[in-house]
């Protein structure tokens, strides 16, 4: 890439070799058997990709959301489980303590999610309130010094191994958006129950649970931020967590791209590669086309990130545009090995089943056309006068 520092250069190949050597050879298992990896966080951890975003002083790498991207990046070129898994703790599950979290807060927990000791996780979407996440059910009232919450998550990555939660609750349900406020919630609360892992379509080695809180008693003190701030806090870390999917989207997409090119030059049929054929090298002409648009689209919004400019509305193309690019690769790829893409012998019918989770995490595809169409209609109307 051709803003990349020759810092970012290194880092990128220091996380390709770590990807290579120690998550893709049990990619297709943990696919299988739906257990997630802990062994690989821990290590990870050690080698400081959990925290890559945030400051040396909380236990970071300092490396910001380029770094990070390219992190994720990497990961999910072997495995998307792996890499999702990686993205929602370290923004969902680092990000509100970060960004929102006071300096004891910080201190008592940061360090330990940033360098892995513990993962985090993020309890947004509900039953009924997933697109619509100002539909919050969940409640929490105001009880002395405490807080006592009641309600349910839905699609919580990381929730069944997580050591810290950070859960919306409504606490003034009459302001709808205006009344939501953020808590932190640690391992083993009483009132808390873990629901069984779903059983998914893709990314089938990221824990992904329900998240039951039944008369769950959190001391303000756990508060996160100010009293029914919680939907624009969670509005930001949504921003930032589009950078990352949509880096999980272009890291799937380039594994699915890299796998089809090679089995184009492997398999013959009427005497020479498929690839030589003009039928399957438009396909990967194409493929690569939309991937490297896809990576620029995604550095860009985290080039943007870093450099404090603004960022919602490139986040949104990005993961937008590289969502949908890795469907249409991977389905792409698919067909190139033809009846084996449709088996478990190769990797691409994985690569598929992981590209689609892309369009509906952080905000499905309609979510993001309607934040860019607003904000191009809003441009449209400054010329109006």
Not at 120 to 145: H, M, Q
Not at 299 to 312: K, N
């Amino acid at each position: 890439m051709f803003f990349l520092t020759d810092e970012q250069k290194m880092f990128r190949k220091v996380v390709r070799d770590f990807a290579e050597k120690e998550i893709a050879p049990r990619a297709a298992e943990i696919d299988r058997t739906c257990e997630m990896p802990l062994d690989n966080y821990r290590k990870m951890g050690e080698l400081g990709l959990l925290g890559i975003p945030y400051p040396e002083k909380w236990g970071g790498a300092d490396g910001g959301y380029v770094s990070y991207a390219i992190a994720v990046e990497e990961i999910a070129r072997v495995c998307g489980s792996t890499a999702l898994g990686v993205a929602a703790h370290t923004t969902l599950g680092c990000g509100p303590l970060y960004h929102f979290g006071n300096q004891e807060q910080k201190e008592k927990y940061l360090p330990r999610l940033t360098t892995g000791e513990i993962l985090g996780a993020y309890g947004l979407t509900e039953p009924n309130a997933g697109s619509d996440a100002g539909g919050t059910e969940t409640r929490a009232v105001k009880n002395g010094d405490h807080w006592v919450l009641n309600g349910s998550k839905a699609w919580m990555t990381n929730g069944g191994v997580a050591g810290l939660y950070t859960v919306t609750a409504s606490t003034e349900p009459e302001k709808k958006t205006r009344g939501i406020t953020a808590f932190l919630i640690e391992k083993g609360q009483e009132g808390v129950e873990i629901g069984t892992d779903y059983d998914k379509l893709g990314c089938r080695g990221s824990n992904t649970v329900e998240f039951f809180l039944t008369d769950c008693r959190v001391p303000d003190s756990m508060r996160l931020g100010e009293v029914n701030q919680g939907f624009p806090q969670f509005m930001k870390i949504l921003d930032m967590g589009r950078i990352s999917i949509g880096a999980m989207a272009l890291g799937i997409a380039q594994g699915a791209l890299e796998a089809a090119a090679r089995y184009s030059l492997e398999r013959e049929q009427f005497g020479r590669p498929i690839g030589k054929f003009q039928a399957i090298g438009f396909m990967l002409a194409d493929m690569a086309t939309e991937i490297e648009a896809s990576r620029l689209l995604v550095y860009q919004s985290a080039v943007l990130h870093d450099r404090e400019e603004p960022y919602g509305v490139p986040a949104s193309m990005a993961k937008l545009f590289a969502s949908e690019t890795a469907c249409r690769v991977c389905n792409r790829a698919v067909q190139i090995h033809g009846g084996y893409g449709y088996s478990r012998e190769f990797p691409v019918e994985r690569f598929l089943r992981d590209a689609k989770l892309t369009e509906i995490g952080e905000g499905t595809s309609e979510i993001q056309r309607m934040v860019i169409s607003r904000h191009v209609l809003a441009e449209a109307q400054k010329t109006l006068g």
